[in-house]
C-alpha cells in the first residue's frame, strides 16, 4: 500500500492544550479523535448521526467577521477532525473533574439528580455550558433551546432542566420558590392528605449550597489560536488520509481554483449532510473541498429591499440575522424572516443548528426541508461564483429538482442567498408537522405567501411549497395560477384543495408512507394560511376600511395558534423522614447517585470507555438481509484479504454449544429473520472490520412462509408458546345477563429500548487457564457467564463478568448481552486476542428486538350504569423468530391485565406469535404496558356506550375491598383507592373536567382531553428462585467498607440505594462505604436485575451481611462504648474476628399454577394514579401536554429523589410508547427506523407543561426493605393517561363532528393517527388508495 502524500500539520486545541496532528485523515470525526487519540471518554458515542446530543462539545473560533470569540455547541460524531483547524474544543473534562475542580453546571446536574445511568450526561452538560458561555444568565427558552438536541432515555428531563434553571434570570420552578407555598397548592383541593400533611417536602436539593458560577474560572480562547486568526494564512491546508484529501484553501480565489480542478469534489460546511449521507450509503468523496476559512461566505449584506446571506453561515447565525431583521423592520417587510424563524426553532437540536450552513441546506435539498419551501415561495435568489464569475440562480422547485438547467454548474459554489423583504399586501407562513414537536424531520412542510392587489382580497400572486411530499421540495404552481384573479374566500379555498390534492399527489407506496395523513396536511395546511391571512387582514381593514372581508368565527379561530415550547413545571412531594432518625442515616433521604458527579465530570467509565487493552482487536456483526432463507453460500475470500482483517468468526468456530436449538448464536444453514447474526469480523480496527463486512458475500434461498404481522402468524397458525389463560366466573352466562355489549380492538407497536449506550462487551482472554474477564454491558452478568461457558465449552469458574455500570437497559440488557458476549468470546478463544465488540446504534437497534407489538380484541359486557359484568380479552403478542421471553410476558400480561378493576366474570388468553422478525424481549413493564391499555380502552368503550364518563366508569369497576385478584392471589386496595382520590384531589379533576368541555365548546380546531388511569401493578418474578441475592460486605483495616452485591447498576441507583441500606445497617456514615462494581467472581449465580426488585432483594441481602457483620462487632462496641469504628475494626482484627461476611436472601415466595390458573405469583403490588390534560390539533394531528400529575405508591422511600427519577424517567418513556415512538418496517421485514431520525424517543420539549409527582406518604408494606417499594417499571403505564387525554381530546372532535365512535384503538397515538381520527371536510377531500393496489412502503406488525 503507498503512502499517502505528505499533509500539513493540523492544529486545534482541545481543553487548553494544543494539539498538532501530523497525519490528520479527513476521516477521522472528533468523537474518535477525542475518545481513541486523546482519551478522553467523557464524550460519548450513541447514534453517530448527530441525533442524540450525547457527544456534545463546545467549540470556540474566531469569527473573521465579527471580530469575536464564538462558542457553539456541536455533536463531535459529524465534526471531521480536519475541519477544527485553528478552534478550541472544549470538552466535559476540560471544565471541571472531582480531582480538581467541579464546574457548577455539574455540581448542578448531579446534585439536582439530573443523572440516573449518566451517559448523556456529558452531552447535556456541555449543551449546557455553551449556553452559559454565551449567556451567563439564560432565559429559559434559552435553556429549553440549548438542551433540544440532548436525548435522554432515563430521567425524563425534568430535574436535568431543574438545574439548568438554577442559572436562569426568573425561575418558574416551584423548587426555586421559598415562599412554603407550591404552586400545586393553589389549584389542589385542600382535604387532600397531602397538603394537611406537614411532613411533606418538596425539595430533592438545596439550591443554596450550589457553587456560583464564575465566568473568570472559563477556560480562555488560546491566545496562539487568536494570533493565527488576526493573521490567517491564505495558503491552503491539505490533509491527505487513506482514501480522502481535504482541502481548506485560504482566500476565495483558490477555492474556485481547486473547485474547477475538481469540480466533483463536494464543499463541506457542517457535514451534518455530507457526514451522514456518506455513512449510511458507504459513499466516499477522494476530495474534500472546505470553505471555513473562506470569509467571503460568511458575509450578511442588507440592502433596502432585502438581505443576502453567506452560504457559510450557520443556521444559528442565520436564526439571529433574521432575529435582528425582524426587530429592526417593520412587520410588512418581514414576513418570509419571520417564516424562517419559526422553522429555525424547530429545525433539529442547537447542536445542529450550529453545524449546518445555509449553503449546505439548500444545496442538499433534502424533501424533507423546513427551509427550502420558504426560500422558494420568499423569492430567494442564489448568488454563485465560479472562476469565471458570479450569477443569479432562482432557488426554486427547478433548482431543487436538481435540473440540470436551473442547477450550478460543476465548478460553482454557492457563495449567498437572498432573501427579498416582503411588502404590504403581502403574507409568507411557514407549516410542518413531524412526530414530535422539535428535534424531528418534517412529515409534511410548506412555505406559503399570497399578494393580495392592494386593500383587496383579490389574488394578485400566490405561491405554494411542500416538502415531505416528494423526492423533492415540490411546487403547486398550476394551482397557484389558477387561483390568481380570485378573492380570498371560501369558494377559493374550496377550489385551492381540489386543485392542491391534483397537483401535489403523492402515490400509496410513497416512501415514508403516511401518506394520507400527508395528503391531509397538504390541504390542511393551506386551511391555515387561509385563516392566518384573513387574520392578518382583518388587523389591516382598520387602517384602510375599504375592504370587507370574510369573518372567522371565534371558534375556528384555534386553527391558528401552534403549540408553544414551554419549559416544563411542577413539584416532586415525598414524605420527610422521622425527625427522630438519626443525621448519619440515609435512608429516605434524597442522596444524589453516588456516581452522579462523576456522570457529571465523563470520569464515570463505561465498558467502551476502559482503554484499549494489549493487542485488542475488533469485532463487527454480520447479520442476514433475508427474513426467511437458506444460506447456500458464505464467501469470506474478499473480507479476509483486506488489510488489518484477521478472521471471520462463523458457526465453525464455535467450540460448545451454538446457542439453543431454535436461538442459535451465530445462523447456521438458514435465517429467520433480517439482523440474524451469521458471522462477525475480527480486525486490528473498527474502521477495517466495518469495511471487511461489506465484502462479505452470503447467497441465500428465500423460504416460505415469510411472516411478519400477527394476523399473518394467526393464519399461519405460527405460535412460539401454547396459549396462557386465566378465568374466572361464568362469561359466557355473564354475557346473556349484561344490558349492553361492546366488541373492540386494540393494536399497540412495538417500542425500542433506546438504551443511550449500544450493546457493548470486552473480552479479555487470559494466558492461563482458559480464564476469561469480561466487561459487559448488562443486567445479567450471571447468564453471560453461563452462556459463554456453554459457548465455549469451559467450566463457569473460569469466566469472570465485570458490571461496572450501564447506560441504560430497561429490559434490553437482560438476555441479548449473553449472545454478544458469547461470539465476542469465541473470537477471543480463536484469535487468542482481547475483542470489543461495540454496537452502532443502527445494528443495535436492527438485531436486538425490543418490546413486543400487541393485538387485543375485547368484548365486554355491562350494565346501563356502567358496570361491568364480564370482559373477555384475546391478545397476542409478536414475538419475533426466536422464544426469548416471549411466553413469560405472555404470562404477565394475562396475570396484569385486570389491573385495578374487580370484574366478576373474565377471561383473558394470550399468545406469543412466531414471525420473521427479530426475537423481541423483555422491556419495562414486561407486557403489562401493552396488555393494560387494552382492559382501559374497554373502560373508554363502556363510556362512550353508556353515555359516561371515562372516570365514573373506572371508579364504578376499581376494587373498593380486600379482594382476590383473578388468580386468587389476596390483596387489599386501599392504598390503590388513596392514589385514586389523591389523584383526583391534586389535580383537581373534576373541575379541570369542567373547563376542558367548556374550552371544547368554543373551539372547534382544537380539543382538549383529559384522563385519570388508576394503577395496580405487581412487582417481582413470579417465581420464588428469582427472588433470591446475595451480597458480599467486607471491612478492612482502615474502616473502609466495600459493598457487593448481586444488582448491576442501569442508572436506577441501586448502588446509592445498598450503600444507604448498609449506612443505615452498620450505623457508619456512607463516606466509608464503596461499592466497586457488580462481579461474578464477587458474587456468584444472580437473577438478573430487573422486574423492579433489584434494590428490593439484594437491599435485603446487603442488610443480612451488614447484620452479620454487626454482631461479630458487638462484643468490641459493648467493650469500648466511647471508641470509634476504626478502634473497634482494629480491635476485631486483633481479636481476628472476621470482617467479611456474606449476606443472602432467600427470596419472596412467588408461584403460579397456570393448571389451575392460581397462585400467588407476585411479593407485592405497587399502587399509583395518574392525570393528564392535552390539547390536540385536529388539523395537523399535533398535541400539546398541558399538564400531569402522578401519585405513586412508593411507601417508605429508600431514595425519595431516586424513586421520583424512576417514576418520573419511566413516565416519560411510556408516554414515548404511547405517543411518538413507532417502529416502521418494510414489507420485506428490514426494519427502517434504526436512528433517532426515524424513531422519536421524548425529547425535553415532550415534557408536560406542568408535572407533578407525589410519592404517596404513610402508606406501609411489612415485607420488604426497610417498607420500600420498587419503582422501577411502574410509571411506564402512566404514560397511557397522556394516550387516554388524547383519545378524549379525539372523542371530542368526533363527537362535534358526528363521527360515530369507533372501537378500534391504536397506540402510539402519533399525530397522523390523531388527525385521522378528527375526520373532516379535509380529510373526505383526499383521493384514498385501494391497498389491493399497490405495494405500501411499511407494513403494520401489530
Ligand atoms: C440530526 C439532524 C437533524 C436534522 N433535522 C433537520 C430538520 O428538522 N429540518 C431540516 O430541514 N433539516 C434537518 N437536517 C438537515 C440539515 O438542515 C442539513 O443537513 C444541513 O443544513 C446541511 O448543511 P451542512 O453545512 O451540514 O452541509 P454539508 O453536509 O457540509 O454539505 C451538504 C452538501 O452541500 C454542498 N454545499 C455546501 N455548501 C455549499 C456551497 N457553498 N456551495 C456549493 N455546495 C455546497 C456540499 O457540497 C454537500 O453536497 C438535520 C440534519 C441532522 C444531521
Ligand atoms: S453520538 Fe453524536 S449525536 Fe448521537
Ligand atoms: S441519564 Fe440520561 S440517558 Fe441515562
Excluded at 299 to 304: D, N, Q
Aim: aromatic share 8%.
Amino acid at each position: 500500500m503507498s503512502c499517502p502524500p505528505k499533509s500539513d500539520d493540523l492544529v486545534f486545541f482541545v481543553n487548553g492544550r494544543k494539539v498538532i496532528e501530523r497525519n490528520a485523515d479527513p476521516e477521522v470525526t472528533l468523537l474518535n479523535f477525542l475518545r481513541k487519540n486523546l482519551r478522553l471518554t467523557g464524550t460519548k458515542y450513541a447514534c453517530g448521526r448527530g441525533g442524540c446530543g450525547a457527544c456534545t462539545v463546545m467549540v470556540s473560533k474566531h469569527d473573521p467577521v465579527s471580530a469575536k470569540i464564538r462558542h457553539f455547541s456541536i455533536t463531535a460524531c459529524l465534526v471531521p477532525i480536519c475541519s477544527l483547524y485553528g478552534a478550541a474544543v472544549t470538552t466535559v473534562e476540560g471544565i471541571g473533574s472531582i480531582n480538581t475542580r467541579l464546574h457548577p453546571v455539574q455540581e448542578r446536574i448531579a446534585r439536582s439528580h439530573g443523572t440516573q445511568c449518566g451517559f448523556c450526561t456529558p452531552g447535556m452538560v456541555m449543551s449546557m455550558y455553551t449556553l452559559l458561555r454565551n449567556h451567563l444568565q439564560p432565559s429559559e427558552e434559552q435553556l429549553m433551546e440549548a438542551l433540544g438536541g440532548n436525548l435522554c432515555r432515563c430521567t425524563g428531563y425534568r430535574p436535568i432542566l431543574a438545574s439548568g434553571r438554577t442559572f436562569c434570570v426568573e425561575s418558574t420552578d416551584c423548587q426555586k420558590k421559598r415562599t412554603g407555598k407550591c404552586c400545586l397548592d393553589l389549584g389542589g383541593n385542600d382535604s387532600s392528605s397531602l397538603s394537611r400533611e406537614s411532613d411533606i417536602c418538596t425539595d430533592l436539593f438545596v439550591e443554596e449550597e450550589f457553587q456560583p458560577l464564575d465566568p473568570t474560572q472559563e477556560l480562555i480562547f488560546p491566545p496562539e489560536l487568536l494570533r493565527m486568526a488576526k493573521n490567517p494564512e491564505k495558503q491552503t491546508l491539505t490533509f491527505h488520509g487513506e482514501r480522502v484529501t481535504w482541502i481548506s484553501p485560504g482566500t476565495l480565489k483558490d477555492l474556485l481554483e481547486l473547485k474547477a480542478k475538481h469540480p466533483e469534489a463536494p464543499l463541506i460546511l457542517g457535514n451534518t449532510s455530507l457526514g451522514p449521507a456518506m455513512k449510511s450509503q458507504g459513499r466516499v468523496h477522494p476530495i474534500l473541498l472546505s470553505p471555513a476559512r473562506i470569509s467571503e461566505l460568511s458575509m450578511v449584506f442588507k440592502t433596502s429591499d432585502g438581505l443576502t446571506i453567506g452560504a457559510g453561515c450557520s443556521l444559528a447565525q442565520v436564526k439571529d440575522i433574521l432575529a435582528e431583521q425582524v426587530s429592526e423592520l417593520p412587520e410588512e417587510k418581514t414576513q418570509t424572516y419571520r417564516a424562517l424563524l419559526k422553522h429555525l426553532k424547530s429545525l433539529a437540536g442547537q447542536q445542529i443548528r450550529n453545524m449546518a450552513s445555509l449553503g449546505g441546506h439548500v444545496i442538499s435539498r433534502h424533501c424533507y426541508s423546513d427551509l427550502n419551501p420558504i426560500l422558494v415561495v420568499g423569492n430567494a435568489t442564489l448568488n454563485v461564483i465560479s472562476e469565471e464569475g458570479t450569477r443569479q440562480i432562482p432557488l426554486n422547485d427547478h433548482f431543487l429538482a436538481g435540473l440540470a438547467s436551473a442547477d450550478l454548474k460543476p465548478e460553482e459554489i454557492l457563495e449567498s442567498v437572498y432573501i427579498p423583504h416582503s411588502q404590504k399586501w403581502e403574507f409568507v407562513s411557514a407549516f410542518r408537522q413531524a412526530q414530535c414537536q422539535q428535534n424531528a424531520l418534517a412529515d409534511v412542510s410548506a412555505g406559503m405567501r399570497v399578494i393580495l392587489e392592494e386593500a383587496t382580497d383579490t389574488i394578485k400572486e400566490l405561491s405554494l411549497s411542500y416538502g415531505g411530499v416528494g423526492e423533492s421540495t415540490i411546487g403547486a404552481h398550476k394551482s397557484c395560477q389558477q387561483l390568481i384573479g380570485r378573492p380570498w374566500n371560501e369558494p377559493m379555498l374550496e377550489e385551492a384543495c381540489r386543485l392542491l390534492l391534483e397537483e401535489v399527489s403523492l402515490p400509496g407506496w410513497a416512501p415514508g408512507g403516511r401518506v394520507e395523513f400527508k395528503r391531509t396536511l397538504v390541504v390542511s395546511f393551506f386551511f391555515k394560511f387561509y385563516l392566518e391571512v384573513l387574520q392578518e387582514l382583518k388587523k389591516l381593514v382598520k387602517v384602510s376600511d375599504s375592504h370587507h372581508y370574510p369573518e372567522i368565527s371565534d371558534r375556528f379561530l384555534s386553527a391558528l395558534e401552534d403549540f408553544p415550547v414551554t419549559g416544563p413545571r411542577g413539584v416532586q412531594r415525598y414524605q420527610s423522614v422521622d425527625s427522630h432518625q438519626s443525621l448519619q442515616d440515609p435512608v429516605g433521604r434524597p442522596i444524589m447517585h453516588l456516581s452522579g458527579l462523576k456522570h457529571a465530570t465523563g470520569e464515570a467509565i463505561f465498558c467502551d470507555d476502559i482503554p484499549m487493552v494489549d493487542r485488542e482487536l475488533f469485532m463487527v456483526l454480520v447479520t442476514s438481509t433475508k427474513a426467511h432463507a437458506k444460506i447456500i453460500s458464505i464467501d469470506l475470500s474478499e473480507a479476509l484479504e483486506l488489510p488489518g482483517v484477521v478472521d471471520v468468526i462463523t458457526a465453525e468456530d464455535i467450540p460448545g454449544t451454538n446457542g439453543a436449538e431454535d436461538d442459535k448464536l451465530l445462523a447456521v444453514d438458514e435465517v429467520l429473520c433480517v439482523g440474524q447474526i451469521i458471522c462477525a469480523v475480527v480486525a486490528e480496527t473498527d474502521v477495517q472490520a466495518k469495511r471487511a463486512i461489506e465484502k462479505i458475500k452470503i447467497t441465500y434461498k428465500d423460504l416460505e412462509p415469510i411472516i411478519f404481522t400477527i394476523n399473518d402468524a394467526i393464519k399461519h397458525n405460527s405460535f412460539l408458546c401454547p396459549e396462557k389463560k386465566l378465568e374466572q366466573g361464568n362469561i359466557e352466562e355473564a354475557f346473556e345477563k349484561v344490558d349492553q355489549i361492546v366488541e373492540g380492538e386494540v393494536h399497540v407497536g412495538g417500542q425500542e429500548h433506546f438504551y443511550m449506550e449500544t450493546q457493548r462487551v470486552i473480552v479479555i482472554p487470559k494466558a492461563e487457564d482458559k480464564e476469561l474477564d469480561i466487561y459487559v454491558s448488562t443486567q445479567d452478568p450471571a447468564h453471560v457467564q453461563k452462556t459463554v461457558s456453554s459457548t465455549l465449552n469451559i467450566p463457569i469458574n473460569r469466566i469472570t463478568c465485570h458490571v461496572k455500570r450501564v447506560g441504560g437497559g430497561f429490559g434490553g440488557k437482560v438476555g441479548r448481552p449473553a449472545v454478544f458476549g458469547a461470539i465476542a468470546a469465541v473470537g477471543a478463544i480463536k484469535t487468542g486476542r482481547p475483542i470489543r465488540l461495540v454496537l452502532d446504534r443502527e445494528d443495535d437497534m436492527l438485531i436486538t428486538g425490543g418490546r413486543h407489538p400487541l393485538f387485543g380484541k375485547y368484548k365486554v359486557g355491562f350494565m346501563n350504569n356502567g358496570r361491568i359484568k364480564a370482559l373477555d380479552i384475546e391478545c397476542f403478542i409478536n414475538g419475533g423468530c426466536t422464544l426469548d421471553d416471549s411466553e413469560q410476558v405472555t404470562e404477565f400480561l394475562i396475570l396484569k391485565l385486570e389491573n385495578a378493576y374487580k370484574i366478576r366474570n373474565l377471561r383473558f388468553r394470550g399468545r406469543a406469535c412466531m414471525t420473521n422478525l427479530p426475537s423481541n424481549t423483555a422491556f419495562r413493564g414486561f407486557g403489562f404496558p401493552q396488555g393494560t391499555l387494552i382492559t382501559e380502552s374497554c373502560i373508554t368503550a363502556v363510556a362512550a356506550k353508556c353515555g359516561l364518563l371515562p372516570e365514573e366508569i373506572r371508579e364504578k369497576n376499581m376494587y373498593k375491598t380486600i379482594d382476590k385478584t383473578i388468580y386468587k392471589q389476596a390483596f387489599s386496595p386501599e392504598t390503590l383507592i388513596r392514589c385514586w382520590n389523591e389523584c383526583l384531589d391534586k389535580s383537581s379533576f373534576h373541575s379541570r373536567r369542567i373547563q376542558v368541555e367548556e374550552f371544547n365548546k368554543k373551539n372547534y380546531w382544537k380539543k382538549k382531553g383529559i384522563a385519570i388511569i388508576p394503577m395496580k401493578f405487581s412487582v417481582g418474578f413470579a417465581a420464588t428462585s428469582y427472588h433470591q441475592a446475595a451480597a458480599l460486605v467486607h471491612i478492612y483495616t482502615d474502616g473502609s467498607v466495600l459493598v457487593t452485591h448481586g444488582g448491576n447498576e442501569l442508572g436506577q441507583g441501586i448502588h446509592t440505594k445498598m450503600l444507604q441500606v448498609a449506612s443505615r445497617e452498620l450505623k457508619l456514615p456512607m463516606s466509608y462505604m464503596h461499592i466497586c462494581e457488580t462481579s461474578t467472581a464477587t458474587v456468584p449465580n444472580t437473577i438478573a436485575t430487573a422486574a423492579s426488585i433489584g434494590s428490593d432483594v439484594n437491599g435485603k441481602a446487603v442488610q443480612n451481611a451488614c447484620q452479620i457483620l454487626l454482631k461479630r462487632l458487638e462484643p468490641i462496641i459493648k467493650k469500648n462504648p466511647g471508641g470509634t469504628w476504626e478502634d473497634w475494626i482494629e480491635a476485631a482484627f486483633e481479636q481476628r474476628i472476621s470482617l467479611s461476611a456474606t449476606g443472602y436472601f432467600r427470596g419472596y415466595k412467588a408461584d403460579m399454577d397456570w393448571e389451575k390458573g392460581e397462585g400467588d405469583p407476585f411479593p407485592y403490588y405497587v399502587y399509583g394514579a395518574a392525570c393528564s390534560e392535552v390539547e390536540i390539533d385536529c388539523l395537523t394531528g399535533a398535541h400539546k401536554k398541558i399538564r400531569t400529575d402522578i401519585i405513586m405508591d412508593a411507601c417508605c422511600s429508600l431514595n425519595p429523589a431516586i424513586d421520583i427519577g424512576q417514576v418520573e424517567g419511566s413516565f416519560i418513556q411510556g408516554m414515548g410508547l404511547y405517543t411518538t415512538e413507532e417502529l416502521k418496517y418494510s414489507p420485506e421485514g428490514v426494519l427502517y427506523s434504526r436512528g433517532p431520525d426515524e424513531y422519536k424517543i421524548p425529547t425535553i420539549t415532550d415534557v408536560p407543561e406542568e408535572f407533578n409527582v407525589s410519592l404517596l406518604p404513610s402508606s406501609q408494606t411489612p415485607l420488604t426493605i426497610y417498607s420500600s417499594k420498587g419503582l422501577g417499571e411502574s410509571g411506564m403505564f402512566l404514560g397511557s393517561s397522556v394516550f387516554f387525554a388524547i383519545t378524549d381530546a379525539v372523542a371530542a372532535a368526533c363527537k362535534e363532528r358526528d363521527i360515530v365512535e369507533d372501537f378500534i384503538v391504536k397506540s402510539p397515538a402519533t399525530p397522523e393517527q390523531v388527525r385521522m381520527a378528527c375526520a373532516d371536510r379535509f380529510t373526505e377531500m383526499i383521493p384514498r388508495d385501494d391497498p389491493q393496489t399497490f405495494k405500501p412502503w411499511s407494513i403494520p406488525i401489530a
